[in-house]
């Protein structure tokens, strides 16, 4: 279990560039799901995948945001067109299938938008 | 609906006092609980999890929980701080087959030599 990783760790873009993260998970898990962790808040749901489908996504999930996850393994999430309010920790986690069953998080990607 | 309540933003305690972080929830159904500590620049790590077993549950760096269903809480606790117990702590709560989860704000624990 090489837990979940993220990539890259940091992205400073300028407004109105297009980024993309990357986000690995633990191999047996068939769920996973996306977060954004502004400062001094707890992580907000952003979508969520279970295998290769997107099963929910939040209204704070707009039409510049996209999240794939093509294979059932991997997945990524792009913003396009960024915004200054865009900067934030963008978390991935990842979890069996069951409620019971806790995500486990990876270390995050930290978007800053200059 | 699901909600989840951490009552103090902020704890500061002494190295070697006990540790109480608070957490009241709200759920329509039988709920899974959980608590995560999140160090800074990183993500968040769990610390235990209740999930309709026993009602008390210990976690990992001495941490345990206990579960009240009357008082709809499920309050984190330690009998003695250590340094690198300073982080923020996240009361999660979750219900539902698609395992949607809510987090509290957060509670920033100090721990002062």
């Known amino acids: 279990d090489t837990g979940v990783s993220q990539d890259p760790r940091h992205k400073i873009t300028k407004r109105g560039q297009n980024v993309t993260f990357r986000c690995d998970p633990i191999s047996e898990h068939n769920r996973l799901y996306w977060y954004r962790q502004t400062l001094g808040q707890g992580p907000e749901f952003l979508t969520y995948f279970q295998n290769e489908a997107q099963l929910e996504k939040s209204r704070l999930l707009s039409d510049r945001f996209s999240a794939e996850r093509p294979k059932g393994s991997f997945s990524t999430l792009e913003i396009q067109r960024t915004e200054q309010g865009d900067s934030a920790m963008y978390l991935c986690a990842s979890s069996l299938e069951h409620s019971n069953q806790p995500q486990h998080f990876g270390d995050g990607t930290r978007l800053s938008i200059l | 609906a699901q909600s989840v309540t951490q009552l103090d933003s902020h704890v500061s305690v002494s190295e070697g006092t006990p540790v109480l972080l608070r957490c009241n929830y709200s759920s329509s159904y039988s709920p899974s609980l959980f608590w995560y500590v999140q160090h800074p620049n990183k993500g968040l790590q769990l610390l235990l999890k209740?999930?309709?077993?026993?009602?008390l549950v210990k976690g990992i760096n001495g941490f345990e929980a206990e579960f009240k269903k009357s008082e709809t809480s499920f309050h984190l606790t330690k009998p003695s701080a250590h340094m690198s117990d300073a982080a923020e702590y996240f009361c999660?709560?979750?219900?539902?087959?698609?395992?949607?989860?809510?987090f509290g704000t957060g509670t920033k624990l100090q721990v002062i030599p």
């Open positions: 999660v709560v979750s219900f539902g087959g698609y395992q949607k989860v809510t």
């Open positions: 209740y999930t309709s077993a026993a009602t």
